[in-house]
């Protein structure tokens, strides 16, 4: 009997620990265990002297050389001392592993394990720590590009949109929403986006990609998302996730400067910057939800209808925050 065509499939646990154990410097004591799925999978290895977190990347969702891009954006940001989770070479020097799942070839790279805990409620220190952290990375990517997605109208907005109408009727009163504010989004940067510094930006820097430690600080990981844009970009969607956070606490405005004015400290954001943020962040609001349709096999729980006035709802009250 034939196998049936899968278009993703979570690979054994059991299996990948035993793979990393013959491919790298672990004791045989070495387990794995899935920590999470979504466009990556996600694996925590523990041997008895370290922790590792291996990543597998989804069937055709990077090429190798925009993970080895990535890599190597990680290993030079190690060299200028910003703390970053890092790609481990193999027993044969090599970063990239290529297995073969039953959906055709994944590749898979284990990265050091960020030490600490991820902190959705953070305090005005916390925030002022991200802050430096962010300024430091972005200065030591300026005007630096990569080799991957660059973030600009097209792949911001326009193609999100189209990836949105797939899933969404356009008729939606939420889909002539994302039209209003696209049109709007782009009139807004037309006549500043060439005065906008441009770094090698993360994307996707919320409480959930990063590690606090008391003794180590804070470590950025996960930069699947990694690109060259805007270093607002960055500075706009970590506002805009802490605003969702601290939405009617009354704490919002005051962590927020903590982190802006500690950003400032390194990188001092310019008055276009600053009075960009609201729809930087809503930019890049789009730009995930065209993400999930686009990959609606690991959303398909909650991409309906009400998911997108949820979502979208979430978008106008960021917006009406900051009077936009």
């Given at each position: 009997m034939s196998i049936f065509p899968v278009s993703t499939s979570t690979l054994s646990a059991e299996a990948l620990g035993v793979f990393v154990q013959q491919k790298y410097v672990l004791d045989t004591a070495t387990s794995c265990t899935l920590l999470k799925t979504g466009i990556n999978h996600t694996y925590l290895v523990v041997d008895e002297k370290a922790k590792y977190v291996?990543?597998?990347?989804?069937?055709?969702?990077?090429?190798?050389?925009?993970?080895q891009e990535e890599l190597a954006l990680l290993?030079?940001?190690?060299?200028?001392?910003?703390?970053?989770?890092?790609?481990?070479?193999?027993?044969?020097?090599?970063?990239?592993?290529?297995?073969?799942?039953?959906?055709?070839?994944?590749?898979?790279?284990?990265?050091s394990f960020a030490e600490g805990e991820k902190v959705r409620f953070m305090n005005g220190e916390?925030?002022?720590?991200?802050?430096?952290?962010?300024?430091?990375?972005?200065?030591?990517?300026?005007?630096?590009?990569?080799?991957?997605?660059?973030?600009?109208?097209?792949?911001?907005l326009t193609l999100p949109y189209q990836h949105a109408t797939t899933v969404f009727s356009e008729e939606q009163e939420e889909m002539k929403y994302l039209r209003q504010l696209i049109g709007e989004i782009q009139r807004l940067f037309v006549d500043k986006e060439a005065r906008l510094p441009k770094a090698i930006v993360h994307l996707d820097l919320w409480y959930d990609n990063m590690s606090v430690s008391k003794e180590k600080g804070i470590t950025f990981f996960d930069f699947d998302?990694?690109?060259?844009?805007?270093?607002?970009?960055?500075?706009?969607?970590?506002?805009?996730?802490?605003?969702?956070?601290?939405?009617g606490t009354g704490n919002?405005?005051?962590?927020?400067?903590?982190?802006?004015?500690?950003?400032?400290?390194?990188?001092?954001?310019?008055?276009?910057?600053?009075?960009?943020?609201?729809?930087?962040?809503?930019?890049?609001?789009?730009?995930?939800?065209?993400?999930?349709?686009?990959?609606?096999?690991?959303?398909?729980?909650?991409?309906?209808?009400?998911?997108?006035?949820m979502y979208i709802s979430k978008l106008k009250a960021w917006l009406a925050f900051h009077e936009k």
């Open positions: 291996l990543r597998v990347y989804y069937h055709a969702w990077r090429s190798r050389e925009e993970i290993l030079m940001l190690k060299e200028k001392g910003v703390a970053v989770s890092v790609p481990i070479s193999s027993n044969d020097s090599v970063f990239i592993q290529t297995l073969q799942a039953p959906e055709g070839e994944r590749y898979a790279v284990l990265f916390i925030c002022t720590d991200i802050g430096s952290y962010m300024a430091t990375m972005h200065q030591a990517t300026k005007d630096r590009s990569i080799k991957r997605e660059q973030y600009t109208f097209e792949t911001l998302f990694c690109g060259t844009g805007w270093m607002l970009l960055d500075v706009a969607y970590f506002a805009m996730q802490l605003f969702h956070v601290e939405v919002y405005e005051l962590k927020l400067k903590s982190f802006l004015d500690a950003y400032g400290e390194i990188r001092p954001l310019t008055a276009n910057e600053r009075e960009l943020i609201p729809h930087a962040g809503a930019a890049i609001w789009i730009f995930y939800l065209g993400v999930q349709c686009q990959r609606f096999d690991w959303t398909n729980l909650f991409l309906s209808e009400n998911y997108l006035k």
